[in-house]
């Protein structure tokens, strides 16, 4: 098999789907009393939003709360809510265009992977839906079966998400460097220690922040989701 010439790497919320699967998933709990109490739930999910779109939350600040949902839950319990969270708000979220971006790279052989701060528990199966054959998210941390509430390794965020595919490409014996053309699809400001690490920075459905700083570096901007622009924050 002929070594892939070209990466394309993909941002998943606001990027590949029109939301955020994160901030979804703890709506989804708290609306279904999975959460605990839900107005509580639901107000701490607008905060930790809130301080992502400002560029000021850290991981593990986002962990205490979202990790901490896993960890309050029997594995069974999770998997059966995940499966109804699936049918009920991703796939009607899923978009043509999307699919139709990412099928565009797998079908010319580029090496594709998901490249997402949100966990794998959530973020997993999304990437099958989407025929995503890697993906590089935040490992919740499991002990005795169950989730802890922790973070495994380096959250794939912000600079870890630089990290995180560094690591994951050394052990295929690769760096980024050795792709004649590498593309980074994201919505987010705080993407761009990753953006600026390949050839072709894409900024796609842009932040505001992100599409000022698109403009002013000749960035190619990308719109999947025409009739959600003017609602993004």
């Known amino acids: 098999m002929t070594a892939a010439k070209r990466i394309a790497l993909f941002d998943l919320d606001h990027t590949l789907l029109p939301l955020d699967s994160d901030y979804q998933w703890a709506d989804f709990l708290a609306r279904t009393g999975r959460a605990g109490d ?19 939350l850290t991981a593990e600040q986002a962990a205490e709360f979202m990790l901490g949902l896993l960890a309050a839950a029997e594995p069974d319990e999770l998997a059966a809510w995940h499966e109804e969270f699936m049918e009920s708000v991703i796939l009607p979220s899923i978009r043509p265009a999307a699919q139709e971006l990412v099928q565009q790279h797998l079908d010319r052989g580029d090496l594709t992977a998901i490249v997402t701060a949100t966990n794998e528990f959530v973020t997993a199966p999304i990437a099958r839906l989407f025929n995503i054959p890697h993906l590089i998210a935040t490992v919740p941390a499991q002990r005795d079966g169950r989730y802890t509430g922790a973070i495994q390794g380096v959250p794939s965020f912000q600079q870890g998400k630089v990290t995180r595919v560094n690591d994951w490409l050394a052990g295929m014996g690769k760096t980024l460097a050795d792709f004649e053309t590498s593309y980074f699809y994201s919505d987010s400001v705080n993407d761009l220690p990753l953006l600026e690490a390949v050839t072709h920075p894409i900024a796609t459905n842009p932040s505001p922040t992100l599409r000022d700083i698109a403009v002013s570096r000749g960035w190619e901007i990308l719109h ?5 622009q003017d609602a993004k924050s």
């Open 38 to 56: 839900p107005a509580e739930a639901q107000r701490r999910n607008e905060e930790l939003m809130d301080r992502y779109n400002a560029g000021n």
């Open 224 to 228: 999947l989701f025409k009739d959600m």
